[in-house]
Each structure stands twice: as structure tokens, then as C-alpha cells.
């Protein structure tokens, strides 16, 4: 069974929510998910789309993905891959398909310019922080991320003069 | 002396990446900065920008800047946007520079329909800190950045099939 990591479609909307919602109950957040198909399409393949898929397929049935956009470094002045989501159902895991997606984004990294490729990983994820660490991927352990959100955004944004 | 921020422009390249020196300096990284004054502009105006600047002035003299970026929550469906990268110079430090910056990335950031702002901190940065929680933002404690560069991207890419 060929295992083939392709580049997401419009027609691939619905799968890709449905992905992203296991990956949502594997990281132990299954209520996290508000994300709709029409904005998934949005992003994926609006006008002005700000993110690109991958699908990763076993003999044409579905079996992982990936979700990715660029940053960018004012240190390197150029662009980055960041991955935002990277998933592979449990029933193929242990086959390459992770392997096979990064690989697949490293190349994109690559043909974009782009200096580097980061992505975030739970910290109780060791397996998964295993094998990035035998692909050569560095933990960026002395900073931590900030997010504001919700009505705290909200406040700050309402207080611009 | 009126403190203003607005959008960089074109002809603050120079000064950006002045500022973007200090910034690194003060990161402890000195040496880090690699980026020109051609891939700044490409970066920030050209016809893929994939940044974008605010400046700080005051009484025309620039204090201060922000870089920043849209980056996409699958989970949330829609953009967000990430500050790359924020500097206020020591002899104005206390005078609610960074503060504004903030307040008007807050504003970008609700304008564009982001569920979230987030950036990176560096963790002996605890002013830093301290003033980041007084505005509500959260540290994503339980994730870590992985980064994968430099030759490491480069053999990861090479094996694509």
C-alpha cells in the first residue's frame, strides 16, 4: 500500500476538520476546535489565503497531515516554514508517515528561501520530541510564548488612542 | 515631546534594522543579525511582503519599533498575528512606549479578525514578563519550539522521494 504525501485541495476541507479534531483530543483539548469548513477554506484557499495544507494518503484513504504557513526572522531577514499542526491517525503510526511529511515540508522550506522551520510541541509529547530531536530540530527552551486573547485583546485594543 | 507610532515606511529600512541590532544586542545574541537592508525592504514592502513595521517616534526621532506578521490557529480557523519582534531603546524606557506599540498591534490585530496576538519572550527577561501578564497575555507553558536550520534542514530536504 503506497503511502504518498500530497498537496491539500478545496475538496480535502472536511477531512482536514476532521483531522484536526482528533489532533485537538489527542492534545487533550477536544473542545478547542471552533473552526469551521468555511473558514478552513478561507484560509486554505481564499483570496487571500494565509496557510497550505498537506495530506498524507495510504492506498487513497486519508492518514495524517499538515498545516503550515510562513513567519518570518528580523535576525535572518528572510522567511520561515512554521508548522502549525502535524498529525498521523494512531492506526499508521510507527510506518514514516510523519517522517514523510516533514521531509515533504523541508523541501518546501527549501525551494521558498526560507532559513528555517520551527513548530511547537506539547511538553509531555516525548515521543513525538524523540523524533524530532533525531532529525536534527533544537528545543528553544529559554523562551516562552505569550498569548493574548479574548477580552484581554479586546481591552488593549479599545484603549488605542 | 508627543510620542507617536505609525507604520514604517520605505525609507525606514536603515533605521529598522539599526533598531533590530539593538534588539539583538539586548537579546544577548550580538551576532545573530544577518539580515540586509535589501532582504528588510523585500520583507516588509515588496511584492510578497510577508511583514510588516510599526515605528515609534518621539518628537520625530524613532524610540522604538515592532515587526510583525499574520500567522493562522487551525483550532480557532482564522489568523492571528504573531510580533515577531518588539524594542523600546533604554533612555526612553518607563514612558509607555512599548506600551502603545502593544496597544496598536492589539488594534491591527482585532481589525484583521484575529482570535489571538502572540510573541516570544525570553525567559530571564522578567520585566519583560512582568508587564506582559499586567496586560493579560498567558505563557504557553506546556509547549516548546522546535527549530530545525541550517544543515539539518538541508539533509531532511534532500532525502524527499
Redesign the interface.
Known sequence: MPLVVRAAVPADVPIILTL?REL?KYER?PN?????EA??HD?LFGDSN??YGLIAEDDGAPVGFA?Y???????????GL?L??LYVRPEVRGRGVGK?L???L??I??QHGC??????????NQPA?GF?KT???????????????G???????A???
Open positions: 484536526v485537538a483539548e478547542a476546535v471552533v473552526a469551521t473558514l478552513v484560509a494565509v496557510a498545516i504557513f510562513f513567519n518570518f526572522s528580523t535576525w535572518l531577514g528572510r522567511r512554521y502549525e499542526d514523510l516533514l521531509r515533504r523541508a523541501a522550506a527549501i532559513g528555517r522551520m520551527e513548530w511547537a510541541v506539547l511538553d509531555w520530541i524530532y532529525l536534527g530540530a533544537v528545543p528553544m527552551d529559554d523562551w516562552t510564548t505569550f498569548r493574548l486573547t477580552p484581554a485583546l479586546q481591552d488593549l485594543a484603549t488605542t488612542p
